[in-house]
């Protein structure tokens, strides 16, 4: 991950080679889905106008790995963040809904998800078909042993153990939120990669195409061959790669694109 004006910048994906017209092709949807989608649940997106670092950009050191691992005082307030979460409260939206709709018409390839909130799950989407790219709030890890440990049970000891540290290795503990300057787990990225490279529309959904190497996939997908269609209230650099943009409300316009992709499938 790499924030504006943080850690390093992180590159983009190497295009792929285009496919050859004469491949099989799976004939399902490939969505990647951002902070947008969920800011319908009552929890606010990162780099929008009125976006958590948009207001106080300083707020992001609480996610970068550098701070994190050196500053005890960064993870106290980092941990504190996360018990305040609205997404501990959240709630899948219609538009998480209507993804659960393409998968039980048998067209949908994957959801790639930005986000960390578990709300593509509670919605109904099989685990297996949700690529978490940025990670998962609800599970925790040691930084040095890798020892996993459920986030819930973290937050419930914070009043008498503000820097949680691991009862293996005495490791600083973490998320499984990815920092920035943190690698994104390999296998999701394989995985949505491949999953880019063969559908027949690749559909964003709430994302602001700004944080590679996720964006990129977006320019995999058109060079393979697929559809664009770009749901978000704000422009993106990849616009101008998609048949179809929609500033709609996120809540609005999923649902009926969903359902025409849905009936041209069945078609």
Known sequence: MNPAGGAAPVEPLA????????????????????????????IPDFRGPDGVWTRDPLASRLLEHHYYVADGAIRRRTWQMWRESPVWQAAPTPAHRSLVQLERAGA???????NFDGLHQLAGSSPALVLELHGSLPQSRCLDCGAAEPTAQILARLDTDPDPHCAIC???????????????????????????????????VGSTLTVEPVASLTAMAANAGARVVIVNAEPTPY?????RV???PIQDALPEIVGELVAEHAG
């Open 15 to 42: 295009p792929a080679e285009p496919l050859d017209p004469a491949a099989p092709r799976a004939p399902w949807v490939t969505v990647l889905t951002g902070a947008g989608i969920s800011t319908g649940s009552g």
């Open 170 to 204: 005495d490791g600083p503990l973490a998320t499984d939120v990815v920092m920035f300057g943190e690698a994104l787990p390999g296998a999701a990225l394989d995985a949505a990669v491949s999953a880019a490279r063969t559908c027949e529309v690749f559909l964003v």
């Open 108 to 114: 949908l390839r994957a959801v790639c998800t930005q």
């Open 246 to 248: 929609d500033r709609r």
């Open 239 to 243: 616009d101008e790669l998609a048949e």
